[in-house]
């Protein structure tokens, strides 16, 4: 079973940035599509960015251009560059993993088996 354990989440201003981390409990990093998905207060849960064992990446619309998602596969930790932050970008973020079963555009619009326990990301204006 991966166990996945976020950190890096707090409170900027608009503008600024912020760096999630993952940290998986196997190699989930190169056997396994990794990402990150948030959910507002109102409950909407979005993918917001994906990435798989080969470093291919997917990002959602909104977040294109602002957030980079990368991976150290000797530590098993995935990253969230999160930069140009906006109010809209608060939420609870999660790192999540499943196996890559469609390609990762697609992937992002799943609901992956595996989640974290969240880390909060608020973005005042």
């Known amino acids: 079973r991966v166990q996945l354990v976020e950190s890096g989440g707090g409170s900027v201003q608009a503008g600024g940035s912020l760096r999630l981390s993952c940290a998986a409990s196997e190699n989930s990093v190169n056997t396994r599509c990794m990402g990150w998905f948030r959910q507002d207060s109102g409950k909407k849960r979005e993918g917001v960015a994906g990435?798989?064992?080969?470093?291919?990446?997917a990002y959602a619309d909104s977040v294109k251009g602002r957030f980079t998602i990368s991976q150290d596969s000797a530590k098993n930790i995935l990253y969230l560059e999160m930069n140009s932050l906006k109010p809209e970008d608060t939420a609870m973020y999660y790192c999540?993993?499943?196996?890559?079963?469609?390609?990762?555009?697609?992937?992002?619009?799943?609901?992956?088996?595996?989640w974290g326990q969240g880390t909060q990301v608020t973005v005042s204006s």
């Open positions: 999540v993993a499943d196996p890559c079963t469609v390609e990762l555009k697609y992937w992002l619009l799943l609901r992956p088996n595996y």
């Open positions: 990435i798989d064992g080969n470093g291919n990446t």
